[in-house]
């Protein structure tokens, strides 16, 4: 009963709340709004969609002003707006409910809401997000696996503010510029499979090498991942170099298949380390076996740029399950589970212990949520590995 009437209040809810999305002049549906059509603004999630409803967000006929670009400048940061409503962000003027920017807190993802709208019960919840770059300037002749995810934050979404590291090594764009995107996909623990991808228009400045990207392959789940009783990660079994976004949920051309409690996300669990991806590039690696549980490890080529030896160390899913687990969670689902998929641009929340999905990963009905909170642990201790301490992680084996 209380189900019933909490998933009642939410369906009476504003529109403007709830989601995220990479608000910038250079995006595709920059101006789309819940009338244009239909609700398919740049925050609603991809679920359940085919290919020209969820690539580039359905929005390739909304393309951005001639000469808007997201400049990407090479071996330098950028810093990203995502927010969950277009009046949160710096682009509010042409927001048809205006400025709700938080005057307290200019990095609020999602004034006037919790985090729950964001889909993360906290900062330890969070999995990262990533852009992607295909270098054709023209949207309509990418493809999926075009795209490579150059640049990963794995602490997304939580700042509105959200700063990206450009690899140093990126070739510049053809004449006309490069195309981008924005992906994301949350934690299990707080909603269920929802994809994010905002496209934009962006160019590369700066080069100083002309060597392009390796083609871009499908991530493989390689880390720890203690939730499935998989205790330690296997380096083998990561893909290395450049990788393709996650494709997930949808109707058509997907290239994940996890289900909806393992979530395929931009950490080390699928080898996106945090930070610029240094290794994607055609030069990147002397050695890349095929990955599997028990292959020989890749080894990195001995490139002039020292941007490339440092981050790009491929090995950082080598960790020790981590020992600092948050403490007690608040479980932010109150709601009742639907059991069948929604076709509806709302948030589909789901039960986190739901017994059914988890006796099939043998966790039995009572599993411990210290389990589904390690990983990401992990992957944000990794990131406070000094350069050096990576490199002997690399030569272990
Ligand atoms: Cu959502």
Same mark, same amino acid.
């Given at each position: ?16 709340? =709830?989601?995220?999305? &990479? ?6 549906? #920059?101006?789309?709004?819940?009338? +244009?059509p ?7 999630? %991809? ?14 006929? #909304?393309?951005?002003?001639? =000469? ?19 009046? *949160? ?8 409910? @205006? ?20 889909h993360?019960? @906290?900062?330890?919840? %969070?999995?990262?997000c ?9 949207a ?12 990963v ?7 509105? &503010? ?20 924005f ?5 299990? /623990? ?30 493989r789940?390689? =880390?720890?991942?203690?939730?499935? /009783? ?19 949920? /949808?109707?058509?051309r ?6 909806? &409690? ?6 080390? %669990? ?23 549980? /028990?292959?020989? %490890?890749p ?29 007690? +969670?608040?479980?932010?689902? +109150? ?21 059914? *999905? ?17 990983i ?7 990131r ?6 990576? =490199?002997s992680?690399?030569?272990? &084996?």
């Open positions: 009963m209380l189900g019933i009437i909490l998933v009642s209040v939410a369906s009476i809810l504003p529109l403007a709340a =709830g989601h995220s999305a &990479f608000y910038h002049p250079s995006m595709y549906g #920059f101006n789309v709004t819940d009338s +244009t239909i609700d398919n603004r740049p925050v609603a999630p %991809l679920r359940d969609r085919t290919f020209d409803q969820w690539w580039f967000h359905g929005h390739l006929d #909304f393309p951005p002003n001639d =000469g808007d670009f997201f400049e990407l400048p090479a071996g330098k940061g950028v810093t990203a707006e995502i927010a969950c409503d277009k009046g *949160a962000t710096s682009y509010y003027t042409t927001n048809p409910g @205006g400025d709700i920017r938080d005057p307290d807190n200019p990095n609020n993802v999602c004034p006037r809401r919790g985090m729950e709208a964001y993360t019960t @906290g900062f330890d919840d %969070l999995t990262g990533g852009l992607a770059i295909a270098y054709k300037n023209n309509r002749d990418v493809n999926p696996d075009d795209f490579a995810i150059f640049t934050n794995q602490t997304c979404v939580w700042t509105r &503010f959200t700063d990206f590291q450009v690899p140093a090594n990126m070739p510049p764009c053809p004449e006309g510029g490069c195309t981008c995107a992906f994301w996909v949350h934690s299990q /623990n707080s909603g269920g499979e929802e994809n994010y991808m905002n496209g934009f228009k962006c160019n590369v400045t700066g080069s100083t090498s002309t060597v392009p990207l390796a083609k871009p392959k499908v991530a789940r390689c =880390g720890a991942d203690p939730a499935n /009783n998989k205790l330690q990660s296997a380096p083998g079994n990561c893909t290395y170099g450049a990788k393709q976004p996650f494709y997930w949920f /949808n109707l058509e997907n290239n994940m298949f996890e289900g909806a &409690f393992s979530p395929p996300v931009y950490n080390d %669990l699928y080898n996106f380390i945090d930070g610029p991806q240094n290794d994607i590039f055609e030069n990147s690696y002397s050695l890349l076996p095929d990955p599997a549980p /028990n292959a020989a %490890l080894v990195l080529a001995d490139v002039s740029s020292p941007a490339t030896t440092t981050a790009s160390t491929p090995t950082t899913t080598n960790l020790p399950a981590s020992t600092s687990i948050p403490a007690a +969670t608040t479980s932010p689902v +109150t709601t009742s589970p639907a059991p069948t998929k929604q076709k509806s641009n709302t948030c589909k929340i789901k039960r986190t212990s739901s017994s059914a *999905a988890l006796a099939a990963r043998s966790l039995g009905s009572e599993p411990s949520s210290r389990h589904r909170y390690s990401y642990s992990m992957a944000k201790r990794s406070r590995l000094r350069p050096g301490k990576r =490199g992680l690399w030569h272990m &084996f």
